[in-house]
């Protein structure tokens, strides 16, 4: 006769399995609702950059923030995202290089150049955010996960999402992994 814990632990896998595909339905589905244009500001989840050149998903993020800004949708962009041992710039500098070569004024740009996870995107970039409501730019895919970490951050925040063109599957399910560990705790 098996005890109770052992009855608890046999279930436990299957719980956690179902977590993780419930969590890919949410990663995979279409944000709910359009970005809350009566936010002052856009934060900009890090992503990778090559010595000063954002990557492509980097440069899918900027775009979507600049589109937010050109269309008057917000007033400043907080570009979020540090540097990996040997870089010679951040994430968030690059992406603030970026986006004044396009036009974005400087005075509506700033930096957090220490993050090196989404949670610590949010985080570190909490002081240069102000009090009002935040529209997180991220891909499609990350979304979820970073509206998530916004949220019990304290922030009033909606969404714009850049779409992903390729490999979504191997980078949904990362991502329904990450949002499971996150919901069990584990960041």
Do not use: K
Not at 9 to 38: F, H, I, K
Not at 54 to 60: E, H, Y
Not at 103 to 130: K, M, Q
């Amino acid at each position: 006769m098996r005890t109770r814990a052992g009855r608890l632990l046999a279930v436990a896998p299957v719980v956690v399995a179902l977590v993780v595909a419930a969590n890919l339905a949410r990663v995979l589905a279409p944000p709910a609702a359009p970005p809350d244009c009566r936010a002052d500001v856009a934060l900009v989840m890090g992503a990778a950059q090559y010595d000063g050149r954002p990557s492509p998903a980097l440069a899918r993020r900027l775009e979507a923030a600049r589109a937010l800004f050109e269309d008057g949708c917000v007033a400043r962009i907080v570009v979020s995202g540090g540097a990996r041992p040997g870089d010679r710039t951040s994430e968030g500098a690059s992406g603030v290089a970026w986006l004044a070569a396009r036009g974005v004024p400087p005075a509506a740009l700033a930096a957090e150049t220490r993050a090196t996870t989404s949670a610590e995107n949010v985080r570190f970039a909490l002081p240069l955010l102000g009090d009002g409501p935040v529209v997180v730019v991220t891909d499609d895919l990350h979304l979820t996960r970073s509206l998530a970490l916004a949220r019990r951050a304290g922030l009033d925040a909606s969404g714009a999402a850049a779409v992903v063109p390729d490999d979504r599957l191997r980078y949904a399910v990362r991502e329904a992994l990450a949002l499971s560990a996150h919901q069990f705790g584990i960041d």
